[in-house]
């Protein structure tokens, strides 16, 4: 079985532009949740997107935003991009809202 | 708040057992998970604890929980090179994991 998968692995965007990053969960896993992950710290929670909706949302400004689509997968938007923006994005899957969740190996995004 | 700690380094010889500690915040929290990260990846998943539980052991790995103290410990018997990595322990609130900065543990010949 396929894991977790995100792309693309590495990006790299200008100051103001926007980008889009994507994940596939596992197969039969109805919850997908965002991270970023600054380099030397732990991740930060952005969203969780479960049946489609979304159910959580981190301490992120309105110029992220996110999507879950009918087969589960997810798409990750950050507008107006910011060089502090830059970092790891890492998505999440998990059967339910509250199980274990599993991660894909991030989207590494530097902002220039 | 929701400040989960971990001390940042540990060294440990090839061959001995590595613990890494863990203190969280929420006492309501489900599940209690440890991640490893090695250079350039993504997080993956170890081992986690029920909340109603105390001790949970997978092979080399035992997880201890003290819910009194907000405690949770990871033990790695016979530690090997290739556990070289960020350890990362991590609480579930509502909708969210929340991490800890990490701990990072090298292991020498």
């Known amino acids: 079985d396929a894991g977790v998968t995100q792309s693309p692995t590495h990006l790299i965007k200008t100051r103001g532009q926007h980008v889009t990053l994507r994940c596939s969960p596992i197969?039969?896993?109805?919850?997908v949740s965002w991270y970023q992950q600054v380099l030397g710290q732990g991740p930060q929670f952005i969203f969780q997107?479960?049946?489609?909706?979304?159910?959580g949302r981190g301490n992120f400004p309105d110029r992220f935003s996110a999507r879950q689509f009918p087969n589960y997968s997810s798409e990750l938007n950050v507008n107006a991009l910011l060089l502090g923006d830059s970092a790891l994005y890492l998505c999440?899957?998990?059967?339910?809202?509250?199980?274990?969740?599993?991660f894909g190996q991030g989207t590494r995004l530097t902002v220039v | 708040g929701e400040d989960v700690e971990q001390s940042l380094f540990l060294s440990v010889r090839e061959g001995d057992s590595s613990v890494i500690n863990c203190t969280y915040t929420?006492?309501?929290?489900?599940?209690l998970y440890w991640y490893k990260q090695e250079p350039g990846a993504g997080l993956q998943l170890l081992t986690y604890?029920?909340?109603?539980?105390d001790m949970k052991q997978d092979q080399r790995l035992t997880v201890l929980l003290n819910k009194k103290d907000k405690h949770l410990s990871l033990r790695i018997a016979d530690t090997q090179t290739g556990d070289s990595a960020i350890y990362f322990c991590?609480?579930?609130?509502?909708?969210?994991?929340?991490f800890g900065t990490g701990t990072r543990l090298q292991v020498f010949p």
């Open positions: 929420d006492s309501s929290s489900t599940y």
């Open positions: 991590a609480e579930s609130q509502d909708d969210k994991l929340i």
């Open positions: 997107y479960y049946e489609k909706e979304e159910r």
């Open positions: 604890i029920f909340s109603n539980m």
């Open positions: 999440a899957s998990s059967f339910l809202r509250n199980t274990e969740a599993f």
């Open positions: 197969s039969g896993h109805k919850s």
